[in-house]
């Protein structure tokens, strides 16, 4: 099975991998919030993060920008919210892009390829 955002194949030109982040309350001290210091205060629960981490592969430079575009261009404001679905057919529902970051450089042989890694979250 494909992974997928929005129904989009954008990670599927090379290896790639879903890691789920955190999950939990966000707690902080009574002193960040002006308070004495004494104990933590519960805020509420964090927002669910995915994060992808892969590799763009192409045949050409061109080819290896228009897969970059094609993620980069979920990064909008305000956020859309989509499906974000793994390669073993895991679904998170109403995810929004979060933020893109590729590699320092292109690798470059018979293929390019890119190194990147991405993050989708479930806004409130």
Same mark, same amino acid.
């Not at 009574?30 to 629960?45: F, H, K, M, P």
């Not at 390019?112 to 409130?124: D, G, K, Q, V």
């Given at each position: ?22 999950? =939990? ?8 919030? =002006? ?25 050409? +430079? %061109?080819?290896? /920008? ?12 305000? %956020? ?11 679904? /998170? ?5 979060? /933020? #893109? +970051? %590729?590699?320092?450089?292109t690798?470059r042989?018979?293929e ?7 993050? #989708?979250?479930?806004?409130?």
């Open positions: 099975m494909p992974s997928s955002f929005k129904g989009l194949d954008l990670f599927g030109s090379g290896p790639h991998v879903f890691r789920s982040m955190r999950e =939990g309350e966000l707690v902080v001290t009574g002193l960040a919030l =002006g308070g004495s210091g004494a104990g933590g205060v519960a805020l509420g629960l964090i927002d669910v993060e995915v994060r992808v981490r892969g590799r763009l592969v192409a045949p050409s +430079e %061109p080819v290896l /920008w228009r897969l970059r575009d094609a993620i980069v261009a979920h990064l909008v404001h305000p %956020p859309v919210p989509g499906v974000l679905v793994d390669h073993f057919g895991r679904r /998170w529902e109403g995810m929004s892009m979060a /933020w #893109f +970051e %590729p590699a320092e450089r690798s042989g018979r390019r390829s890119l190194a990147y890694e991405c993050a #989708f979250r479930r806004l409130p």
